[in-house]
């Protein structure tokens, strides 16, 4: 920001992350995710901000201003802008940005992946409306790709953009890269991570299957359980817990929590993405489709071209370490470096 903070507010706010991060020194130019914040410890700097300072401001401002830097300069504008849903996660040049679609929830969470992204186009993550409180999530997918679209009009007029799409962020770039298409504009590299529509979508043989490997999984957890949890992890029933493998895992979240709360938006958010992908049914994609799927399966399809090869006219699937969550989390180097492969073939000399 072009604003230059006083050293009171910088002070104010170190004293506030000191005590809620549990650390010592923190410095103006620290990211709070760097020093173990979450959405959770966001909720609380927030609310501790909101009673030293007198004002209550959205947790999910954090994605946005993620130093004691950014955050004090905010503070000090007399209200606060209006933020884009995408927020920066890597600087880059003059080139196509790269634009990664959130996942359940609608955090834009992939800070460190796009860190390990060798490139010179700017990386952003896409985060949902609703996760800030000010307005309800979408739950539709077709209204998620459209209003990110708007926003790409204002950061890229000519709508040239790389997208990247993990789990249900899959589907909602698959949405932009059809509507970019048809509109005539260029979509030089289009990346599913191990993203499939709802079940209802997919062949009768492939729902037999998945769902005959949830249920030897459901029983290979119950043996593991004293036999009252086991009862109550059947009664939840099985076809709730699908949605579970599409989704980062999300901390409980207090029963009473600000209509601000970034962890009570991301939950919110969250039922309104099952919603829309139950909703979702992918059109054919006239453009050339990049899979990567985990080497160690889950509750989800196992077989990418049997879901995409009649719903793309090109298709390419390649294997990285870890599980659906792993991918992402653990081994997501090796996620970087498929992606800083195919971003680079992408590019322009």
Not at 114 to 140: C, L, N, S, W
Not at 226 to 247: D, H, K, T
Not at 248 to 268: D, I, K
Not at 322 to 340: C, E, I, R, W, Y
Request: some cysteine; aromatic content about 8%.
């Amino acid at each position: 920001m072009s604003h230059k903070p006083t050293p009171a507010t910088v002070d104010v706010l170190t004293q506030i992350w000191q005590r809620v991060l549990q650390r010592s020194p923190i410095y103006p130019e620290d990211k709070f995710s760097d020093l173990g914040g979450d959405e959770l410890l966001a909720d609380r700097m927030f609310a501790e901000l909101a009673q030293v300072c007198g004002r209550e401001i959205p947790s999910s401002t954090i994605c946005y201003a993620p130093t004691i830097a950014a955050l004090a300069a905010l503070l000090e504008l007399p209200s606060l802008p209006r933020f884009s849903p995408f927020v920066p996660l890597k600087p880059g040049g003059q080139m196509p940005p790269i634009l990664i679609a959130h996942g359940v929830g609608g955090r834009a969470s992939f800070g460190e992946l796009a860190k390990h992204i060798r490139t010179a186009h700017p990386v952003y993550g896409i985060q949902a409306r609703g996760v800030d409180g000010m307005e309800p999530p979408f739950d539709r997918i077709e209204d998620m790709a459209a209003f990110y679209l708007d926003a790409l009009n204002q950061l890229q007029p000519q709508g040239s953009c790389i997208l990247i799409g993990y789990s249900f962020g899959g589907l909602i770039a698959l949405e932009m890269a059809q509507r970019l298409s048809e509109a005539g504009k260029n979509v030089p590299l289009l990346v599913l991570v191990d993203s499939y529509p709802h079940p209802r979508y997919l062949a009768p043989g492939q729902r037999v299957w998945l769902f005959s490997k949830r249920v030897l999984g459901h029983i290979s957890s119950m043996r593991r359980m004293p036999i009252r949890r086991a009862f109550s992890y059947l009664v939840g029933g099985l076809e709730s817990r699908l949605p579970a493998a599409l989704a980062h895992t999300l901390r409980p979240v207090p029963p009473e929590t600000s209509r601000l709360s970034f962890a009570a938006n991301t939950s919110r958010n969250r039922e309104a993405d099952f919603l829309a992908l139950r909703r979702y049914r992918p059109r054919f994609y006239r453009g050339k489709i990049k899979f990567v799927r985990p080497e160690t399966n889950s509750y989800l399809p196992n077989h990418p071209a049997a879901v995409w090869k009649k719903l793309a006219a090109e298709l390419e699937v390649e294997t990285v370490p870890g599980d659906h969550l792993g991918m992402v989390g653990t081994h997501f180097k090796s996620l970087a470096a498929v992606l800083t492969r195919y971003v680079n073939e992408a590019s322009p000399p």
